[in-house]
């Protein structure tokens, strides 16, 4: 037999873990209206964050000015005069003097990285501003005599070189990804009156904003209700939102009904507060106001905060770099006790080594996630239709055991690292079919669409709280999904770090319902 090693069992999962034929995937989707669909049918790409994009600016204004002045200290001065630590001090205060510089004079913005002319003025005296006062402050400290005035010049004009050819590059970049579209806000408007056209018109006339209506909901077919609100069409009804949000990228929901439609709008938020998406009200028809701090700010366009999108910008990089890191450690240590539990499991019984199924993944996707195989191949049961019980004779000898410890889940490493479509921590993807006696999970528990609102993971807040395994009455799915938004809503990189080191312990006391 050959040996067994990371990419070969991945490979052995994608085509072994067939499905039977008694047993079909069945989507349950909500009818869109054509014009929805024309919008899904759309090619959307990946949105970029802006916060980060900022972020990584501001990192490589500081290193590349680092560089520029380092390089010139090494190559010039230092064969002259040999190391002094001044020099690399003052380099690294200069460039950390001009990110702080560059943000007081507020060109860390994407619209202006668009730009030419008004990015280039601000960063050019920004950066003049940040050698004059270094001037002066060395002047005074008397350190003016110990510095090369042929290093000063050189690092000011190549210093300058670099930041413009940066920004050049830059605006480059950004252009290109504002024509894919991987900047824009897509936005849907709910409230397709004239409360809903003003909105649209009040966002669309603002210069340089990222704001890109899809269009507007409305559950009203009367004459109040518009079938186009400023040029944006009428998609459909409230309820249509999920629906749609789940078939297509959607960022930010704006109500366009007034404060004084309270319980219409409580009706509203019950549905859609499972989306991971922003959700907000506008304020631009309110006669009542709020102190300005109060509001949040689409251009010129208050808003009033009800739900955000969970871990986002700089959260879900420091999130994509723990299951990266750690999880490609995780694997590498995983893999010789992975290879025994494939060689047990194929010794054990005819079939397969790994099985596929589907699960419920970020945004109530469709995932496939890769396990060890626990039960008589004949007998698998891809979309868990029917729940494992205590003593179930569809499990095998080495399948109780990987069952009881979670060996079986190992391979869900695979989806960490290679597929990206799991987190090594987060709510646990149920199979689409997964049930309480005969209901599913989402008819079961209300909100339950809700736990999706981020990735999924191979561990989680719930399962190390003893809530795994068998689910067999209301309290146990309850519970999990209790645990779940717990989770989601207090999330950090030390509550993962957490709930990883505490997984190994509660496999060996909180397994009771693992069968």
Known sequence: MEPLNARSMLDAATSAAAKPADEPFVERRRRLSPAALDVVNQKVSRAYSPIVITGFVRLADFTLLSLVGIALYVGYVMQLSGFSWVYPAEVIAVSIAAVV??????????????GQLRQMTRMISSWSFVFLLFIGISFFAKYGSEISRLWLAAFY????????????????????????????RRTIIVGSDSNGEQLVEALKAQEDSDIHVLGVFDDRNDSRALDTCAGARKLGKVDDIVEFARRTRVDLVLFALPISAETRILEMLKKLWVLPVDIRLSAHTNKLRFRPRSYSYL????????????????DLVMKWLFDRVVGSLALLAALPVMGLVALAVRLDSPGPVLFQQKRFG????????????????HQADPTASKVVTKNDPRVTRV?????????????QLFNVVFSGNLSLVGPRPHAVQGKLQSRLFDEA???YFARHRVKPGITGWAQINGWRGEIDNQEKIQKRVEFDLYYIENWSVLFDLYILLKTPISLLTKNENAY
């Open 101 to 114: 510089c560059f943000q007081a004079a507020d060109i860390y913005q994407v619209q202006l990285f668009r």
């Open 157 to 184: 004009f190549l210093g300058l070189a670099a930041l413009v050819a940066e920004r050049l590059v830059l605006r480059s970049l950004v252009r290109g990804w504002a024509r894919q579209g991987r900047l824009d």
């Open 299 to 314: 251009g010129e366009v208050p808003t009033l905060d009800v739900f955000e999108a969970p871990i986002t910008d700089w």
């Open 362 to 377: 970020f945004n109530n996707e469709r995932i496939d996630v890769y396990k060890f195989r626990s039960m008589y191949h």
């Open 399 to 411: 399948g109780r055991f990987i069952r009881k410890t979670s060996l079986d889940e190992l391979p």
């Open 445 to 447: 528990v209300d909100g």
